[in-house]
């Protein structure tokens, strides 16, 4: 497959055929992830891969206590819809033949030394420059779905397991500087993929 094709290919997939994932196949996701480019070559970025299905469930579960602690009982039809497909989502995920734990952290570049003289902590500095480790993990996950997309398998990049980021962390054995950046799921596609509409060029392109 072509870059062009694989980017035009690619979209999230959350349910899967229920055959494994090969961890050679997963490592090299995560070597072509590995190429992408980062804040002073700083490459932010850690990969854990979890095969086994257990140890997947009991992330799903760890994000589920979570939720159960943070959202309220639903009380009304609007809040028990939106409460029970949170939990078919996470469920989902749980089910995958494989995750990729992601880890960052933020790695102080020449700007972030001169920020820090005038008194500022590191993450406020951080913050003024814009939280660069995150768009460096972001060009590194992209290239992993991409990898994943041309390797004929379905990737999704999970947003929701961040709100249980401590109990993750611990799970996984990730310790400080680093942190959890992200959870993707990845498997063989279960049914042909549904591309989700795109905006138009004249929406998102403008000429200065």
Request: contains cysteine.
């Amino acid at each position: 497959m072509q870059l062009k094709e694989a980017m035009e290919a690619r979209t999230s997939v959350r349910t899967y055929l229920p055959e494994p994932v090969s961890v050679d196949d997963l490592k090299e996701m995560v070597r072509l992830a590995g190429r992408a480019p980062s804040l002073n070559n700083a490459q932010p970025w850690k990969y854990y891969a979890v095969v086994e299905a257990s140890r997947c469930q009991r992330i799903a579960s760890l994000v589920e206590q979570k939720l159960h602690t943070i959202l309220p009982e639903p009380k009304t039809d609007a809040q028990q819809k939106a409460t029970s497909k949170l939990f078919d989502y996470v469920g989902l995920f749980g089910r995958a033949p494989a995750l990729l734990i992601v880890a960052t952290r933020i790695y102080p570049g020449f700007l972030d030394d001169a920020l820090m003289t005038t008194g500022l902590a590191r993450e406020a500095a951080d913050a003024v420059r814009g939280h660069p480790y995150a768009m460096s993990l972001g060009a590194s996950i992209e290239n992993l779905l991409l990898a994943a997309t041309d390797m004929g398998y379905g990737a999704c990049w999970l947003t929701v397991p961040q709100v249980a980021s401590a109990s993750i962390e611990r799970d996984v054995g990730i310790e400080a500087p680093w942190r959890l950046g992200a959870v993707i799921s990845v498997g063989r596609p279960a049914q042909e993929a549904i591309q989700s509409p795109k905006k138009p060029i004249e929406e998102i392109f403008s000429v200065l």
